[in-house]
């Protein structure tokens, strides 16, 4: 804390003696939109380059400059998009100009982002953000053709994922749990399809993903690792379109237009997977072979909705929605398996505006995540469930003001259910019952203020605070996260930024790490489990160089974890009415060194990304049996020491562009048995082997590694738009390792045992697909 009370104060130093020029700044402010349909374009640059200075759109579209007064000429500027420019004279009061972009004439110029967009990460306060659009991952050679957004940030520096092919998020040492995933400012709790593969996210109804590793803003709260912050797509303001695609695995189908003319939009969005359809008819033609093992059925779904309408010049109503659910069942004679999970989001959102400078948006949302198990046995049959269901209100004011400086302060309430590993056992004669697990209720709360302020055209911070709390069980948890960040420009080509954040979060995942199925429990803290809390601070330096073509960043950070939880050995998950019990608490640590190389403007487009990290857990007691590795540090599973990606796109013409993506990274940490003891309890019978273990995550698996390629070709419809791409995950068919299991040796007459001999298990070969996508 006593680095904290000496960086305020220098803060507010620079504040008092910053003051005389505030007089001379004065506000730009307006709307960035399509020309073509009038969407908002949500994070467009907005710039002044003769004096470096510039900012984004937020999810409105709005943007607001502090200038100088005098002449300026702004630049309006987005991915896919002609560049506006526009001649100002900014005088002593506010003034409002609204920008509209026409669509780039060459829709393959997607590839292309202008130049003033790097200029732009040079010159914004915010560090350690990643920003995709739907535009930039399409491009993407993709498994089985199914474009993620998720998986696209995974080869960003500093995000790693879990293993090969799954979209889980494991930022700068914190495990998935310690991601808020926001859709439309609506928590996810589980953003994962097929068992981690895929991403919840249809990338038709999706416009924009950002994801804070670091320097967070003091409105997001509740996760120590990441914000993931997805915006959905508006609808087409000037007529009804259809866009959609058709898969490998999935397809997908979006509608969008006016509710009324001019007045109010629409957008719906499908997806669901077809694999079913095959595995069912291929159990039926196979149902009289008594040999035959049939096939599990599995398939997925997600809807997105979202309805926009103006109340009048100054009010605005937002309605967003998403459903989806995974399935997964086995039948036969004997045994019938069924699991299904998913989530449920409704958002209803009141933008107002006060004054042009002054805006407010209240908020009432519902999420949740489910999931159940369903077994049936001869005449025995259970139930498994765990949820969480969430209630909130929010509210968050914008208010910019002269002299540089732009305020966003606001509150939120949410009201936690969790039912927790609820077990439900019964026969068909209703002779046996049981039942077990429990339902518990917290309150969380949180208020905040910032002031991202622009000293000058090369000093700018942005400054917050956060209070939170949360009350359950009889215990209520309050916490101050101060956040801050800052940037000075060098030069016109260089930049220095540092950030500053501390972060709480109160509800837990409970991840059974043995389980091939996503059996999460959520778990809020209690008077037994304290709240997680971090610290991390992170500094950078950027350099453009090659005319602007290029921006070179290198960032390095430090992050401490407090009260991480673990499991006792043997842990009973799911039958425990008393689940904090098996608890244990730690703390960890994390840091390393970020590379990252961006090329924006020419034919050949792309970046690569350098990781160099550390991550490390201890957990250590008085008490011996709430020890892990008797108390000694040691590696986490996902402490990746060397992560390395490379994305390029190349555009050959106004039709054909081609893209490829190669990644590397360290073998995951895991625990292998030193020795094995035999001993035999009855004298008879084959003797058990049992594994000893010593230190924990000691030994790696082999490295992952892989080449994808594809290839978009944009055709010639009739009407509207179409393309087909194509793409080879794992060109070169690497046999990256999954996990690994050890298998018994016998002798030649199968009785004694020789030894073990490790096996491994790789999921992908090199997997060729084709999606056709179109729109009209």
Known sequence: MRFFYQYTLTLLLLTLFSLPVLAQRQVVQGHVRAESNGEALIG????????????????????????????????????????????????????????RLAHASNELTVVEIQANSLQQKLNDTR?????????????????????????????????????????????????????????????????????????????????????????????????????????????????????????????????????????????????????????????????????????????????????????????????????????????????????????????????????????ATTSASTTGYKYNINNKIDIFSFKLTSAIQDYTLKTDVDWFLEGGHSLKFGAQATRHYFTVGRLNFDSDDNSQRFSSGSKLQASEFGVYASDDYAVNALLSFNYGLRFSGFYSDGKLYTGLEPRVSAKYNFSESSSFKASYANMMQYVHLVANSGASLPTDIWFPSTSQVKPQRSQQVALSYSKLFGKGKYLLTNEVYYKWMHNQIDFRDGANLFVNDSLENEFLFGKGRSYGTEIYLEKVKGKTTGWLGYTLSWTYRKFDSDNELDEINDGRWFPTRYDRRHDISLVLMHRLNKRLSLTGAFVYGTGNAYSLPVARFAFQDVEGKSASVVPIYEERNTFRLPASHRLDVGAVLKLKPKRGEADLTFSVYNVYNRRNPYFVYFEQVKDANGKETLGFQGKQVSLFPLVPSVTYNFKF
């Open 44 to 99: 467009a640059t907005v710039s002044v380059p003769a004096i470096q200075a510039g900012t984004v759109t937020d999810e409105q579209g709005f943007y607001s400059l502090s200038l100088p007064e005098g002449e300026h000429t702004l630049q309006a500027t987005y991915v896919g998009y002609d560049v506006a420019t526009r001649t100002v004279r900014v005088r002593a009061k506010a003034q409002t100009e609204n920008f």
């Open 127 to 359: 560090m350690s953000v990643e920003s995709l659009t739907t535009r930039d991952a399409k491009l993407l050679p993709a498994l089985f053709g199914e474009v993620d957004l998720i998986k696209t940030m995974q080869l960003k520096p500093g995000i790693q994922s879990g293993g090969e092919g799954t979209s889980g998020l494991y930022v700068r040492g914190g495990g998935p749990d310690q991601n808020l995933v926001l859709l439309d400012d609506a928590v996810i709790y589980n953003a994962s399809h097929l068992f981690g593969f895929f991403s919840v996210f249809n990338p038709d109804a999706v416009r924009r993903v950002e994801l804070y590793k670091g320097g967070f803003p003091a409105q997001f709260g509740g996760r120590l690792s990441s914000v993931v912050d997805v915006d959905q797509n508006t609808g087409n303001k000037e007529r009804v379109s259809a866009r959609g695609g058709l898969g490998l695995i999935s397809s997908r189908l979006t509608v969008d237009g006016p509710i009324t003319k001019d007045k109010g939009t629409f957008l719906v969005s499908g997806r669901r997977t077809y694999v079913d359809i095959f595995t069912r008819q291929i159990n039926r033609l196979n149902e009289d072979d008594k040999e035959y093992d049939p096939i599990p059925d599995y398939y997925f779904y997600d809807l997105n909705t979202r309805l926009d309408y103006p109340l009048g010049e100054k009010d605005e109503l937002t309605l967003s929605g998403y459903y989806g659910r995974d399935f997964f069942g086995f039948n036969d004679s004997d045994f019938t398996f069924g699991f299904d999970w998913g989530n449920s989001m409704a958002n209803l959102s009141w933008r107002h505006k006060f004054s042009k400078n002054l805006f």
